[in-house]
């Protein structure tokens, strides 16, 4: 039942891939228990350093000698404007002034974000890394011919049929076709925001009806069903995020897992309030604050940088009000249990659904 060419692809057990958060969440010990219990962990490494990311490399070798990968962020073009960000400033001042934070913001350029970007990719032919996939958009051919030479497994993200057919025709051995539904910040690059919303039912079909590369479903899939469900609508395998963040293993904050395991999916919400790119998770005092002035906020990554100090102090202080809460649209399937017995439930009920079809 399991095998399949994704599987094989990728040389693991089961078609199951823990989707790489960034920010921390994706601990060598996370990644390590969902890769030595016959899955794929996955390194979120959008917001590390070069450095970051080789040490993290090198303690989930320590850990596992099963497959496992690293995710980068592909750095776009942006612009920041002096009006917007003197708006976000002027709003955000009060919560600083709350909390006690100075306003100490560096702002990111691209020319730093792409240089980080292609020392990462160094890092990864460097230590070996059997499979790499990207966010955010697709990595020049040139980087992408040099990792496929070198044996990586490469894996797109796409959140719209166009954006799947680019990853294809730009050589991608995968795609992770992202449905509406996934928590945090979801990897459309090709069209504005607004205009991928497409929900993984319909997304899902469409998408294997023009690619011929496995596709990996993400978005509000927890258990089982999900699984069963992804595969009959065309997917050969499934990336989870909210069901690992939740795990023992995860470095998330506990607040960020309670919220999540308390949440209602009535209270999961997108937001470009924490970043200024669309995100999905639990709302709170934040998101409702910037609710009514999104639209004038910086783009990504600007806005990220203006309330990352709001977010760090918030987590250390346990503020869950000023946090970023990422989830996607089914918290109430969230379960608190070790990584491999997550796995094991879900190889479980997968099995038990398809008895019953």
């Given at each position: ?234 997917a050969l395998g499934v990336q989870m995020g909210s069901a690992f963040l939740v795990c023992e293993e995860s470095s998330a904050n506990q607040i960020h897992k309670e919220a999540i395991i308390q949440a209602t999916e009535e209270q999961i919400v997108v937001t470009k309030a924490f970043s200024g790119k669309m995100a999905r998770g639990v709302n709170n005092r934040f998101i409702e604050k910037f609710s009514s002035f999104e639209e004038g906020l910086p783009d990504y990554p600007i806005q990220n940088e203006l309330t990352k100090a709001i977010r760090k102090i918030s ?43």
């Open positions: 039942m399991w095998e399949n060419n994704f599987s094989r692809l990728l040389k693991i057990k089961y078609p199951i891939i823990q989707a790489p958060m960034a920010g921390g969440i994706t601990s060598s010990k996370l990644v390590a228990a969902v890769s030595n219990s016959g899955a794929l962990g996955m390194i979120g490494a959008g917001y590390m350093s070069p450095e970051q990311v080789r040490l993290q490399i090198k303690e989930v070798q320590q850990l596992t000698d099963k497959p496992f990968g690293v995710n980068i962020f592909v750095p776009a073009k942006y612009e920041a404007d002096k009006e917007r960000m003197h708006n976000a400033k002027t709003l955000l001042q009060p919560i600083l002034e709350e909390l006690g934070v100075e306003d100490t913001v560096v702002l990111p350029s691209f020319e730093e974000d792409l240089q980080s970007f292609h020392e990462q990719l160094k890092v990864i032919l460097d230590e070996n890394v059997p499979i790499c996939s990207f966010t955010f958009g697709i990595p020049p051919l040139d980087q992408i011919n040099k990792l496929k030479e070198n044996g990586v497994v490469l894996i797109g993200t796409a959140t719209t049929v166009s954006e799947a057919h680019i990853n294809e025709k730009a050589g991608m051995d995968a795609i992770v076709v992202q449905g509406t539904e996934a928590g945090g910040h979801r990897g459309t690059f090709h069209t504005e925001n607004k205009h991928s919303l497409i929900g993984l039912m319909s997304l899902l079909p469409q998408v294997a009806d023009l690619i011929s590369i496995p596709i990996i479903a993400a978005g509000g899939i927890m258990d089982g069903r999900g699984l069963i469900a992804a595969k009959s609508l065309g987590s250390a202080k346990g503020n869950p009000e000023n946090m970023s809460l990422w989830a996607g649209q089914s918290p109430r399937l969230a379960r608190k249990l070790r990584a491999s017995d997550l796995i094991n439930q879900i190889v479980k009920e997968a099995e038990i659904v398809r008895s019953k079809l």
